[in-house]
């Protein structure tokens, strides 16, 4: 009969606990990253101008040190403009990067290979450099998000206050992945990845409606910011002891934050489901003053 693999390294694959949401896959929800492969041999590409810049008079040297460092910064810029390009994408409802870094990108692309193809015969060679340079970058790594997404039809001002918290509550759960990984436990870093996704499910939600903040500010910086001092002092706790009823009782607690996020997101989503339905049945109330009568098989209904 077959047996499951396990072992001492294994994560370990227990029941979750009652009212506890099953299990997702590691990839629920999540997409490949784009900056990566393409983007981070950006990197690598201008390495080879510094044999050649070493081999020149001083003023070589600095101009090839000048196009070295054009071409390292424009590889960066790619790289975060790609990150940001994947955040502006996995929300509903976004506004677009504040600095267009891709774009940015490409100008430095092609400035780095003006300079490196500068070598005093003329400006037309490295003017071509500079020129498929960056339009071949752009091609490959588009432009950036130019237009914000969503944002029509709601108050910019609740909007923003939603990012602010958000974006709070990011760093809380930036802090907790940082700290569980101090604790050398691949099983509680998978944990805390699956409680983060449902706190993330709520960040959506609150997103697509803003007014809902108020009912989860105090989950979003109480709750959050709790669970964060909570898991730094477990790390340095269980990266010392390996205590398995301290473990236990992290692992509890996970369960118990999860539950609660999950209800509050549910109670939300009820709630804008309450709002559907009101406003349904006024639209039909509004249609019956006028005298506009609905057939049963094509009025709107409220279920």
């Known amino acids: 009969m077959a047996q499951r693999f396990g072992g001492k390294y294994s994560p370990a694959q227990q029941p979750p606990a009652s009212g506890t949401p099953p299990p997702r896959h590691p990839f629920h929800g999540k997409t ?68 267009p870094r891709k774009i940015f990108g490409s100008a430095l692309t092609g400035t780095g290979l003006f300079l490196a193809g500068l070598d005093g015969t003329g400006l037309i060679t490295p003017l071509v450099y500079a020129i498929l340079g960056a339009g071949l970058h752009s091609l490959a790594f588009g432009l950036d998000p130019l237009s914000d997404k969503g944002i029509e039809g709601i108050d910019t001002f609740q909007q923003d206050r939603v990012a602010r918290v958000i974006d709070e509550a990011e760093k809380h759960l930036g802090a907790m992945t940082d700290a ?8 509680l870093e998978a944990r805390m990845a699956r409680f983060q996704d449902t706190v993330r499910e709520m960040f959506r939600t609150i997103e697509e409606d803003p007014r809902d903040l108020a009912a989860a500010r105090k989950y979003l910086v109480v709750y959050l910011l709790g669970a964060r001092d909570a898991t730094r002092k477990f790390s340095e706790f269980y990266g010392r002891t390996r205590d398995n009823a301290a473990r236990k009782d992290f692992e509890t607690l996970l369960d118990d934050l999860e539950t609660n996020f999950s209800a509050r997101t549910r109670a939300m989503l009820l709630d804008d489901r309450s709002d559907l339905d009101v406003e349904i049945e006024v639209l039909r109330e509004r249609l019956q003053r006028e005298g506009v009568r609905l057939r049963p098989e094509t009025a709107i209904k409220g279920e």
């Open 180 to 187: 569980i990984r101090r604790a050398g436990d691949r099983g």
């Open 32 to 99: 490949p990253s784009r900056a990566g492969g393409r983007a981070n041999m950006m990197f690598f590409v201008p390495l080879v101008l510094l044999p050649r810049a070493f081999g020149s008079d001083p003023n070589g040297l600095a101009l090839t040190l000048v196009a070295f460092g054009a071409l390292i910064l424009a590889a960066w810029l790619t790289r975060e403009g790609l990150k940001a390009e994947d955040a502006w994408s996995t929300r509903k409802i976004a506004r677009r990067p504040a600095i």
